[in-house]
């Protein structure tokens, strides 16, 4: 079995990017910033895509897409107790697209593609919470960021406003799903890489960029919900994925391919694409990771 997860960088359906895919042969893709697919290209596979949002709930040009050698069964609609993380599901709808599948050799899997955006979600836009009746405060769990829960039921303001991240909602809402035998692959362009961080930074005397904190984080709480990130865990390293186009540095691992740690058991290899075809053709700005597993 072969998954590969890429952000193609708005590909219409005329890009080499799909004969590239092609080669690849994956049996799964979970692809991100898809403008057009050409079907006649992919015929032997279902694909099921969504349009992403930008910061104002409007549909980009572009599309969080599924493609797999075998039949989409139904899609998984994430939700929960909570309003508000409905609400801003229901926002994300289509950067968080999610579908149990079956291969063609019968193996059943529940697969997501992940397209994170690089912006902090605006909490009072999504749900206009000063007048809700939801309350945020920090907190050591679920995920040692924070948690929700209903205050009294009066409309209170809400007493904190919290920085939240769509990586940070990913894990909130995947806690209530995972079960340590079920079968998940989730991938997609995170947006977080732990070369961000401020404690990254110091380790290797990086002191130019923004610096941030918790993405390091983002793989250890995804740990302990039973996941391994195939590409650092694989190669015991970070695997840059994305190359800035402005200063050409490439030192960021943006994208992430995650799987049920039964699935991970039997992987056999897990890379990325050639940067210098990539890269050198324009073809994207990130590179696809490609995993292989034994059935």
């Known amino acids: 079995m072969r998954i590969i997860t890429w952000n193609v960088k708005r590909a219409n359906e005329n890009s080499e990017v799909w004969e590239l895919i092609q080669n690849y042969n994956p049996d799964i893709a979970l692809l991100q910033e898809v403008v057009d697919l050409p079907k006649n290209k992919f015929k032997n596979f279902e694909i099921v895509s969504k349009y992403a949002i930008n910061k104002s709930g409007n549909p980009q040009i572009f599309k969080t897409a599924i493609l797999i050698k075998g039949k989409i069964i139904k899609e998984i609609n994430f939700e929960s107790e909570n309003i508000w993380v409905n609400k801003a599901l229901s926002f994300f709808k289509g950067n968080l697209v999610a579908y149990k599948i079956k291969l063609t050799n019968l193996q ?15 909490i009072n836009k999504i749900n206009s919470l000063n007048d809700s009746n939801i309350k945020l405060e920090p907190n050591s769990t679920p995920f040692k960021k924070f948690m929700f829960w209903y205050n009294d039921g009066s409309k209170s303001k809400i007493n904190k406003i919290i920085k939240l991240w769509m990586t940070d909602l990913i894990q909130f809402i995947l806690e209530n799903y995972i079960t340590k035998n079920n079968n998940w692959i989730i991938g997609g362009d995170y947006n977080s890489s732990e070369t961000f961080d401020k404690e990254y930074k110091r380790q290797h005397n990086i002191y130019k960029g923004f610096g941030s904190s918790g993405n390091k984080q983002i793989r250890e709480d995804m740990y302990e919900m039973g996941f391994k990130e195939c590409l650092f865990e694989f190669n015991k390293k970070l695997v840059p994925t994305f190359i800035n186009i402005n200063n050409k540095v490439h030192v960021h691992q943006l994208d992430h391919l995650y799987v049920s740690k039964n699935i991970y058991g039997n992987i056999k290899n897990c890379f990325v694409g050639d940067k210098s075809l990539i890269f050198r053709n324009h073809l994207s700005d990130h590179l696809p990771i490609i995993a292989d597993f034994k059935n």
């Open 108 to 122: 059943s899997f529940n697969i997501v593609s992940i397209y994170s955006p690089a912006w902090i979600v605006d």
